[in-house]
């Protein structure tokens, strides 16, 4: 049946902050779907001072209501400009790319729609990418032979989550699932994709899908959110997350199991060393209470 053309199938949601090399191209990846359905484009400028900002306007002004800038008085950081383009989202889907990545198959948003439509036991579609360097010019990864994948909340607790990049996501932008956003502990978040990842499969106990297909690009680059990171900060801010996951989420006796074995061979001698045995301590105290 044909969808109401008043209804929007699929809000696409971008965050950027300087990504004025970058943003022509994710803007071009949108615009470039070929659907049987609506869609709407927004994205969060987070006061960009490279001249992002110009860009966007230029393609708004191009494309007249197809896209929408939302504008910040000043930099509000990374997770609360999600926090703001989530809440904005009307459609019935949503599919989300940062502005430094881009999607490369005209089809892709008709095929995760048409995936999740006729699949009712899954909340997310995601698919295989390609992760590049910042001028395109060099291949850093890509798996030629990919292959279906899923995956439930108990895979995702333990960081089973390959080809689910921020560039390959649709979920069902349902009320349960909104929700997400408007919890104090999101604002302390750092992963924002995988906390979303984990609540949607556990708030509706339902599965992602991966398509074995290879329709996006994922750009590694010194001014990415990630990238620029060393380790030692990188694994704090890991473990932050970890600790809030542990915290938030209700949990099976298995998988507080599994939870636990996950903790004790990725961060417990590292919080040991870097913190306290207190800390390392009551973290292992939250996981089995």
């Known amino acids: 049946m044909e969808p109401n053309q008043n ?7 971008c965050i950027t902050y300087n990504h004025s090399k970058f943003i022509a191209k994710a803007l071009d990846g949108f615009l470039m779907q070929q659907c049987n359905f609506k869609t709407e484009i927004i994205i969060g400028d987070d006061c960009s001072t490279d001249g992002t900002d110009k ?3 230029d393609y708004v002004a191009r494309y007249p209501g197809r896209i929408t800038r939302l504008k910040a008085p000043k930099n509000i950081g990374a997770t609360q400009n999600v926090i703001r383009v989530a809440l904005e989202t009307k459609g019935k889907y949503v599919a989300t790319c940062d502005g430094d990545d881009y999607w490369t198959d005209p089809y892709k948003l008709q095929k995760q729609v048409d995936f999740l439509e006729n699949n009712p036991d ?3 579609c995601c698919h295989y990418t ?11 990864y890509m798996d030629f032979n990919p292959v279906p994948l899923k995956y439930s909340f ?6 089973k989550q390959v080809e689910t990049c921020t560039a390959t996501i649709l979920y069902r932008n349902i009320e349960p699932i909104k929700n ?8 302390k978040c750092h992963a924002c994709d995988k906390f979303l990842k984990l609540y949607c499969t556990w708030i509706t106990g339902k599965k992602i899908y991966v398509l074995p297909e290879v329709m996006s690009c994922y750009r590694r680059h010194p001014g990415g959110i990630w990238s620029p990171v060393s380790y030692v900060p990188l694994k704090k801010m890991q473990l932050s997350d970890f600790n ?6 209700t949990y099976t006796g298995l998988q507080k199991i599994k939870l636990l074995h996950f903790y004790l061979k990725r961060y417990f001698l590292f919080e040991v060393k870097h913190k306290t045995f207190g800390n390392a301590f009551q973290t292992i105290k939250t996981i089995v209470n």
């Not at 997400?180 to 604002?187: A, G, R, V």
């Not at 809030?244 to 989420?249: L, Q, T, Y």
């Open 7 to 13: 209804d929007i199938m699929v809000s696409i949601f």
């Open 55 to 57: 860009i966007i306007d």
């Open 122 to 124: 899954y909340v997310m």
């Open 130 to 140: 390609r992760e590049i360097n910042f001028d395109d010019t060099e291949v850093f």
């Open 154 to 159: 108990s895979d995702l607790i333990i960081n």
């Open 180 to 187: 997400l956003y408007k919890n104090e502990w999101f604002l």
């Open 244 to 249: 809030i996951i542990a915290k938030i989420f």
